[in-house]
């Protein structure tokens, strides 16, 4: 039996993929330490993980300040090694770590590896190297001003880091937010992947795991061949009210049921007028309710948009900020869906894009073609294939 730490943030589109991982190899006889936010404790321990958490560093951000800029969002995952290395080091006298999964974003992965002299594998829930593409690609370019002062104060949070913790190697800026590992496991498909034939060997795509979350069961009452329309903005970018009163505005004539997941940040009591077939909650089971939608409107979020593909329901896709206007962008270049931009949207709009993508059949025919490769990636076992073969190759035999 090998131990293996698992480093992850605190956040679920990155902590969920990876349950169905954790199960395969505790079931392999790994013993497997996972790091991550408080929230994922009973997730994680309920397979048999064993669970340390650090004080999440995303809890008290605006997420739309923090990911407006590329860089703003390096400084803030550099930021985050203060909270992520010491836990490490300190569980680090407590075991003998063979190898280390980690997060390809979060989880200062690389930092780890080569302070534990242990061989990486990375998780990869975004498509590879999107965050760098988004950067490269911005109509919408930070100020020379303001990116002056970001790069001074990544430089003076880089060198206090390097010297705090004793960093082997440069903290290099194009680094921070993906760290590769010696083997990456993709969790989508090659043909979801934008430009995936320029990837090397050791990205192996493997498709997002879907696996059961014990979240409690949702019973809607619609009327029999409804069809159910199913809105979330994900778990960080879904305080818009605002949105949300465009959706009410928009499909209260319609003979369809919403379902609207609205989290943690708002109160269901300040929305206004609520019709009748809407269904409003805090939270819902998402994979329970896309395998009965005829729509998802999402913020583009990559392991929402995978789920939604896996079971061919096809997207109306409004990004919010950091890798969501890729992901956005390739939903509609492979006509799973539409893109829409939130600062013009309206009522009208909504209601005519969403008619359109209720009544053209292409739309749920190419998101089936996606989801057909998501399934044939092989998911889980074929993630375990690939860490077994990755053991095997760096000499770990227990």
């Given at each position: 039996?090998?131990?293996?730490?698992?480093?992850?943030?605190?956040?679920?589109?990155?902590?969920?993929?990876?349950?169905?991982?954790?199960?395969?190899?505790?079931?392999?006889?790994?013993?497997?330490?996972?790091?991550?936010?408080?929230?994922?404790?009973d997730?994680?321990?309920?397979?048999?993980?064993?669970?340390?958490?650090?004080?999440?560093?995303?809890?008290?951000?605006?997420?739309?300040?923090?990911?407006k800029?590329?860089?703003?969002?390096?400084?803030?995952?550099?930021?985050?090694?203060?909270?992520?290395?010491?836990?490490?080091?300190?569980?680090?006298?407590?075991?003998?770590?063979?190898?280390?999964?980690?997060?390809?974003?979060?989880?200062?992965?690389?930092?780890a590896?080569?302070?534990?002299?242990?061989?990486?594998?990375?998780?990869?829930?975004?498509?590879v190297?999107?965050?760098?593409?988004?950067?490269?690609?911005?109509?919408?370019?930070?100020?020379?001003?303001?990116?002056?002062?970001?790069?001074?104060?990544?430089?003076?949070?880089?060198?206090?880091?390097?010297?705090?913790?004793?960093?082997?190697?440069?903290?290099?800026?194009?680094?921070?937010?993906?760290?590769?590992?010696?083997?990456?496991?993709?969790?989508?498909?090659?043909?979801?992947?934008?430009?995936?034939?320029?990837?090397?060997?050791?990205?192996?795509?493997?498709?997002?795991?879907?696996?059961?979350?014990?979240?409690?069961?949702?019973?809607?009452?619609?009327?029999?061949?409804?069809?159910?329309?199913?809105?979330?903005?994900?778990?960080?970018?879904?305080d818009?009210?605002?949105?949300?009163?465009?959706?009410?505005?928009?499909?209260?004539?319609?003979?369809?049921?919403?379902?609207l997941?609205?989290?943690?940040?708002?109160?269901?009591?300040?929305?206004?007028?609520?019709?009748?077939?809407?269904?409003?909650?805090?939270?819902?089971?998402?994979?329970?309710?896309?395998k009965?939608?005829?729509?998802?409107?999402?913020?583009?979020?990559?392991?929402?948009?995978?789920?939604?593909?896996?079971?061919?329901?096809?997207?109306?896709?409004?990004?919010?900020?950091?890798?969501?206007?890729?992901?956005?962008?390739?939903?509609?270049?492979?006509?799973?869906?539409?893109?829409?931009?939130?600062?013009?949207?309206?009522?009208?709009?909504?209601?005519?894009?969403?008619?359109?993508?209720?009544?053209?059949?292409?739309?749920?025919?190419?998101?089936?073609?996606?989801?057909?490769?998501l399934?044939?990636?092989?998911?889980?076992?074929?993630?375990?294939?690939?860490?077994?073969?990755f053991?095997?190759?760096?000499?770990?035999?227990?």
């Open positions: 039996m090998s131990t293996v730490l698992f480093l992850n943030g605190p956040a679920s589109g990155h902590v969920y993929p990876t349950l169905g991982v954790v199960e395969e190899l505790i079931a392999e006889g790994e013993q497997v330490v996972y790091v991550s936010g408080e929230e994922f404790r997730k994680l321990e309920r397979i048999g993980a064993t669970f340390v958490s650090y004080e999440n560093f995303l809890h008290q951000d605006d997420p739309f300040h923090t990911n800029h590329y860089l703003s969002l390096v400084i803030k995952i550099l930021s985050s090694y203060d909270t992520i290395l010491p836990c490490i080091y300190e569980l680090a006298e407590q075991y003998s770590f063979d190898y280390i999964i980690h997060d390809s974003m979060y989880g200062c992965g690389n930092v590896a080569d302070w534990l002299c242990i061989p990486n594998i990375a998780t990869c829930t975004s498509f190297l999107a965050e760098r593409l988004l950067n490269d690609n911005s109509g919408n370019r930070t100020k020379l001003k303001d990116n002056l002062l970001l790069m001074k104060e990544f430089s003076t949070l880089s060198k206090r880091i390097w010297s705090t913790y004793r960093i082997g190697r440069k903290v290099d800026i194009n680094d921070i937010f993906f760290n590769e590992g010696k083997l990456n496991l993709v969790f989508t498909s090659e043909y979801f992947q934008p430009q995936s034939e320029t990837l090397e060997s050791h990205y192996q795509f493997v498709g997002p795991i879907l696996t059961d979350r014990y979240d409690p069961p949702l019973s809607l009452k619609r009327k029999e061949q409804q069809k159910l329309i199913y809105i979330s903005m994900g778990t960080m970018f879904n818009v009210k605002a949105f949300y009163q465009q959706c009410f505005e928009a499909f209260a004539s319609l003979d369809i049921h919403v379902v997941s609205v989290g943690k940040r708002i109160d269901i009591k300040e929305l206004r007028d609520i019709p009748d077939n809407f269904t409003v909650l805090p939270f819902v089971s998402q994979l329970q309710i896309l009965e939608a005829d729509l998802f409107i999402t913020h583009g979020g990559m392991n929402s948009v995978n789920e939604a593909l896996y079971y061919g329901v096809p997207l109306l896709v409004i990004p919010m900020a950091a890798d969501q206007p890729i992901v956005a962008g390739r939903v509609a270049e492979l006509g799973a869906g539409k893109q829409l931009d939130r600062d013009a949207l309206t009522a009208d709009l909504l209601y005519e894009s969403v008619k359109e993508l209720l009544h053209a059949e292409a739309y749920r025919t190419n998101s089936s073609r996606i989801g057909t490769s399934r044939v990636a092989g998911g889980k076992k074929k993630a375990l294939e690939h860490i077994l073969a053991k095997r190759s760096h000499g770990i035999t227990n």
